[in-house]
């Protein structure tokens, strides 16, 4: 079983991201995962334009695909122009999403907050536990923001709230997730909630630079990517997937 993961496109009116992820999907149609997820930041600005754009790639792809929003979506333009590339649990509301792909639960929870950049997965535990309660196969659990601090702190300021609220109510379930999987950060991390894994994927736009505990800011050097997450035998490995950038981007 094969998920990929896109996270952070930002599509803006340069079109330079929006060809990145074009690369990005080519090489998708081509290796055919199982089902994509998208976790978030698709558009810069609310450029409804964009978001058409998005849906168009999107469309292009052989599987089933998922979306959360980030904290940079508009979330009603986002619904508007994309509800028939990637159905959410309810028509308003939250927009998040679960379904069951080959013997793998996927399940996507929206902790976008109104007016505000942090996220907060509080109000939308009683729906979690719901939708975890009759799950018998392995699952993965995607957000946009990681639910703890990742040590760059202009990120960590426009984090998920309440993670250690998340474990606690994980922990009365009676299989965890096999990881949570998350965008934001504009690099790949990996760390743990409690026992879980928790990874960030790669950016489509430019990555974000490495500003840990007051070091340097230097000069990017990582490529966009992606991740594509293998589910075997209820054991997940994830690989990250680079996306050159075009001589003319």
């Known amino acids: 079983m094969l998920v990929a993961q896109i996270s952070d496109i930002h599509v803006r009116p340069d079109l330079s991201s ?3 992820l074009e690369r990005a999907i080519g090489w998708l149609r081509t290796f055919r995962p199982d089902a994509l997820v998208v976790t978030g930041d698709l558009v810069d600005d609310g450029w409804r334009h964009g978001y058409r754009l998005v849906a ?38 939250p927009m998040h999403f679960r379904a ?14 109104a007016d505000e950049s942090y996220g907060d997965v509080l109000p939308h535990l009683p729906w979690l536990i719901s939708a975890l309660a ?11 923001q990681p639910p703890f601090r990742i040590g760059i702190e202009v990120l960590d300021q ?3 709230r309440n993670g250690t609220a998340l474990l606690s109510t994980l922990e009365t379930t009676h299989s965890l997730p096999l990881a ?8 790949p991390a990996f760390g743990r909630l409690g026992t879980i894994p928790v990874q960030t994927c790669g950016s489509l736009c430019p990555p974000n630079p490495l500003l840990l505990e007051g070091r340097a800011d230097l000069p990017v050097i990582d490529a966009p990517s992606f ?23």
């Open 56 to 93: 168009e790639s999107l469309r292009s792809l052989d599987c089933p695909v998922h979306l959360l929003p980030g904290n940079g979506d508009d979330l009603q333009l986002m619904r508007s122009e994309l509800a028939a590339v990637a159905p959410w649990i309810s028509a308003t509301g």
């Open 227 to 249: 991740l594509v997450h293998e589910v075997s035998d209820g054991r997940l490995v994830s690989h990250v997937v680079s996306v050159p950038v075009s001589r003319g981007a």
């Open 158 to 160: 426009v984090g998920c």
């Open 100 to 113: 069951a792909v080959d013997g793998l639960t996927l399940l996507g929870v929206d902790v976008t907050v």
């Open 180 to 187: 949570i999987l998350c965008g934001h950060v504009h690099r």
């Open 18 to 20: 929006l060809q990145t």
């Open 134 to 144: 009759d799950v018998t196969t392995p699952a993965l659990l995607f957000m946009h």
